[in-house]
């Protein structure tokens, strides 16, 4: 199995600009996560889809970020007009439950960086 | 809210030493109580602690729950310049729908 992949790797972006960020979930998964990394907070939940419905929304941080998940094996996760506090890594985790504990698989990450 | 714990924030030791890291967690009805390691980027699974579980083994690492105490510690012996990470802590929760919790991480640097 590849795994859960994320898109692109790496995001070095002007403040302003728009950034989308990609994710593959592993096949037959049918929960998918956005969490966000910063030294500061440590791992934040974003959001979370389950057979790819919203379910948990309450940590995106305002309306300049959305998400969506058109099929079970697509997401991505949008920020616009982008800052500099946005600045983090992205990870994108996959899990086969409705979500409530279960083992996540987490992508590499999209590094992103807002200048 | 739920909320994880985690300390010592960082720790740095030598080869061959045993170190305990550990998780303190406020959850509504527990469910589970995972650890992962990171490396370079992504985070990867070592155990998953329940109720029905609550002591687990893989080589020179090995993790307890205690309910009472809510908390838990992770257990390395014999420590590698291979063991140097973060080690995360996360818990998950039995009531609605809500994804893993994780704490701040603790900081792991093995020198030889």
């Known amino acids: 199995d590849a795994g859960v992949i994320q898109s692109p790797r790496h995001e070095v972006t002007e403040m302003g600009q728009e950034v989308t960020l990609r994710c593959k979930p592993i096949s037959g998964h049918n929960s998918l996560f956005w969490y966000r990394q910063t030294m500061m907070r440590g791992l934040e939940l974003l959001i979370y889809f389950n057979n790819n419905v919203p379910i948990d929304d309450s940590g995106m941080p305002e309306d300049r970020f959305s998400a969506k998940m058109p099929n079970a094996s697509f997401s991505t996760l949008k920020i616009q007009p982008s800052e500099p506090r946005d600045s983090a890594v992205y990870f994108c985790?996959?899990?086969?439950?409705?979500?409530?504990?279960?083992?996540?698989?987490f992508g590499s990450g999209t590094q992103l960086s807002v200048l | 809210e739920d909320k994880v714990v985690q300390s010592p924030l960082s720790l740095v030791v030598h080869e061959g030493d045993t170190v305990t890291l550990n998780c303190s967690y406020e959850v509504t009805n527990f469910r589970s109580l995972l650890w992962y390691k990171q490396e370079k980027k992504a985070p990867t699974f070592l155990f998953m602690l329940t109720s029905s579980g609550i002591e687990k083994k893989s080589g020179r690492l090995s993790s307890i729950l205690d309910k009472k105490e809510l908390s838990s510690i992770l257990n390395i012996t014999a420590t590698q310049t291979g063991d140097s990470a973060i080690y995360l802590c996360a818990v998950g929760s039995a009531t609605g729908r809500r994804a893993l919790t994780f704490g701040s991480g603790t900081r792991l640097q093995v020198q030889p």
């Open positions: 985790a996959s899990s086969l439950g409705a979500g409530g504990g279960e083992k996540l698989f």
